[in-house]
Nanobody, 125 residues
Framework: QVLLVESGGGLVQAGDSLRLSCAASGRPFSIYTMGWFRQAPGKEREFVASIRWRGSSTDYADSVRGRFTISRDNAKNTMYLQVNGLKPEDTAVYYC??????????????????WGQGTQVTVSS
C-alpha cells in the first residue's frame, strides 16, 4: 500500500507560479510511475504529467507542456509539479497518483492504483 499526500496549492493570480508536492509513504519502492491529474468543477479528471520513479522519462499533457515541470526526489520519496504562468483555466483540484504497473504511457486514471486527497489551485484573472 502507498499513501500519497499533496500540498502546495493555493489562491494565486494569473501569471503566478506554484510548486505542488506529493509525499509518498508506505511502500514507495513499489512505485513504477507517478503522475499529476487535475479536476475542475463539472469536468472529468484529466492527466497533467507523469514521471518514472526511476530514470528520467516524463510525459505532459499538451495543455501544460512548457509551463509545468514534473520532478521527483527519490531520497525524500516526494514528487513535485512546478507550475508557471498560471491561467484561470488551470483552476482545479490537483491530485497525485502512483502505480506499480508498467505502461507505455501512463495517462489514464484507470492505470493508477493510489491517489492523494488533492490540493486546490485557484487562479484569479
Amino acid at each position: 500500500q502507498v499513501l500519497l499526500v499533496e500540498s502546495g496549492g493555493g489562491l494565486v493570480q494569473a501569471g503566478d507560479s506554484l510548486r505542488l508536492s506529493c509525499a509518498a509513504s508506505g511502500r514507495p519502492f513499489s512505485i513504477y510511475t507517478m503522475g499529476w491529474f487535475r479536476q475542475a468543477p463539472g469536468k472529468e479528471r484529466e492527466f497533467v504529467a507523469s514521471i518514472r520513479w526511476r530514470g528520467s522519462s516524463t510525459d505532459y499533457a499538451d495543455s501544460v507542456r512548457g509551463r509545468f515541470t514534473i520532478s521527483r526526489d527519490n531520497a525524500k520519496n516526494t514528487m513535485y509539479l512546478q507550475v508557471n504562468g498560471l491561467k484561470p483555466e488551470d483552476t482545479a483540484v490537483y491530485y497525485c497518483a502512483a502505480t506499480p504497473r508498467l505502461f507505455d504511457r501512463t495517462i489514464l486514471t484507470s492505470q493508477y492504483d493510489y491517489w492523494g486527497q488533492g490540493t486546490q489551485v485557484t487562479v484569479s484573472s
